[in-house]
């Protein structure tokens, strides 16, 4: 998702790029609208920058979880280094425990 492309129609623009470069776009016209002595025009684009900021966050946070995932997976976390064993030392291989509440479980111990 990082290298989305995105089209946004603002209020008398059209702005294309990544999240990151219509956030910083709209930051612009805001200070542009805002020295010029337009506050309502420079409102209304930082509120367009800052819908693309959430979606920054929410990028960053989705990296964040998938380079946990894979700096966890070798080892499980637990110090222990076969796949399917847990910090009790048993071996979950019969499969009888639910992807839910292993993502439960993923998501205290995170």
Do not use: C
Not at 17 to 43: P, T
């Amino acid at each position: 998702m990082r290298h989305q492309t995105f089209d946004s129609n603002g209020p008398d623009v059209r702005i294309r790029g990544n999240a990151w470069q219509v956030h910083e776009k709209y930051q612009a016209l805001a200070r542009d609208a805002a020295s010029s002595g337009d506050r309502i025009m420079a409102e209304n684009y930082l509120q367009h920058a800052e819908h693309y900021f959430r979606i920054i966050n929410q990028i960053q946070e989705a990296e964040n979880r998938q380079r946990d995932n894979r700096a966890g997976g070798n080892n499980n976390g637990n110090g222990h280094d076969r796949p399917g064993a847990d910090a009790r030392g048993d071996d979950d291989q019969d499969g009888d425990e639910t992807s839910e509440s292993a993502d439960e479980r993923a998501q205290v111990n995170a």
